[in-house]
């Protein structure tokens, strides 16, 4: 939770204050409105339910088709920064520590590789079969056809 939504969470403004996890009203005077109190903490729990469906719906669309030169598997990874998540293929051999044999890559981005072999699947299958529809969806076209 950030330091805005703390502060726009803080029942203090109306005039409440929390106790040991109990609601209690204070002596201070109400600086805003009960309606507006409510509406703003509505916004704020849809707000956070999009956010990790839109988190969870960031699928590794190439789990388990994905190898590096040398025949190890590449897991899906990411990594956060300045509230950005990167997303990544990592090759197993990294995560286990071995020593890189010369030569590895051994991590590539993910959203890059995924769009490229999409991208190489819908020109592939588009020119093979022009009668059959081609999924939408990434991970459709992905499961049917690889």
């Known amino acids: 939770m950030g330091a805005l939504a703390y502060l726009l969470k803080n ?9 040991r996890g109990e609601v209690h009203g204070g002596e201070q005077a ?14 704020l729990a849809a707000q956070a339910v999009e956010r990790r469906c839109r988190l969870r719906g ?12 040398r025949g190890n598997r590449m897991s899906p990874t990411h990594a956060n920064k300045g509230g950005a998540r ?11 520590g ?11 981005p993910a959203a890059e590789i995924e769009a490229l072999v999409v991208a190489a699947l819908r020109r592939h299958l588009s020119a093979s079969s022009a009668r059959e529809q081609l999924p939408d969806n990434d991970r459709d076209l992905l499961e ?3």
């Open 11 to 19: 029942r203090f403004y109306i005039g409440e204050v929390v106790y």
């Open 30 to 43: 109400a600086i805003v409105d009960r309606a507006m109190f409510q509406a703003v903490q509505a916004k």
């Open 58 to 69: 960031l699928p590794a669309i190439l789990s388990g088709r994905l190898f590096d030169h």
């Open 86 to 96: 990167y997303r990544y293929y990592v090759s197993q051999a990294v995560l286990q």
């Open 98 to 108: 071995k020593p890189p044999p010369p030569g590895l890559v051994s991590r590539v």
């Open 144 to 146: 049917r056809h690889l």
